[in-house]
């Protein structure tokens, strides 16, 4: 059953399924680009990092876990349902994070964020540049009208990133995530177009 909209959708269906996912400047000599089959050792070593894996219960354990993840990646672009970048440097390539754009909602013109990077990257602004990149081009681009992320709590780098980017925070999403120590409240913090 087709739902009907009293108003039009933010984003038309077809608006980034007609072309190839793109490749974006991120600034710093990093640019965000789809993932590639010759990244799974990278993308796997790095969900063995204690941070990483302290914050993302959902970890890739093979490389053909990791394989099958970019097929699901290549569909969700597929089927306008979100974006995966790996993060990498512009001069030789080397992967230093991930950043995602999940759930995409056309109708109200929403979509969520989320993003890691390896440990020799952080503290340098990777993960601040591409959140960054990656809003300008999602909001200013192509349309969408609100961008969100969550975080935990005790996450403070994650919450510095968001602030950096210009996501504010707009409240405490009480135990609403499980980790591998238990429940933890969560950050909600969202970036709005301006009209």
Known sequence: ?????????????GVLAGSP????????????????PADAPRFLAAYQDTEIRRWHTRRPST?????????????DWAQERGGHWAVAREQDGEVLGRIALRGFDFDDGIAGAAYWVVPTARGAGVATSALSALTAWAIDEIGFYRLH?????RNHASCRVAEKSGY?????KRSAAVHDDGRHDMHLHARIRQL
């Open 21 to 36: 996912q793109p490749v974006l400047p991120a600034g710093q000599g990093l640019l965000l680009r789809p993932w590639e």
């Open 168 to 172: 504010l925070l707009e409240g405490t």
């Open 63 to 75: 490389e053909a876990d990791v394989h099958d993840w970019f097929a699901a990646y290549r569909r």
């Open 149 to 153: 992320l969550d975080h935990s709590t």
């Open 1 to 13: 059953m087709t739902r009907a909209l009293s108003t039009p959708p933010v984003l038309p269906a």
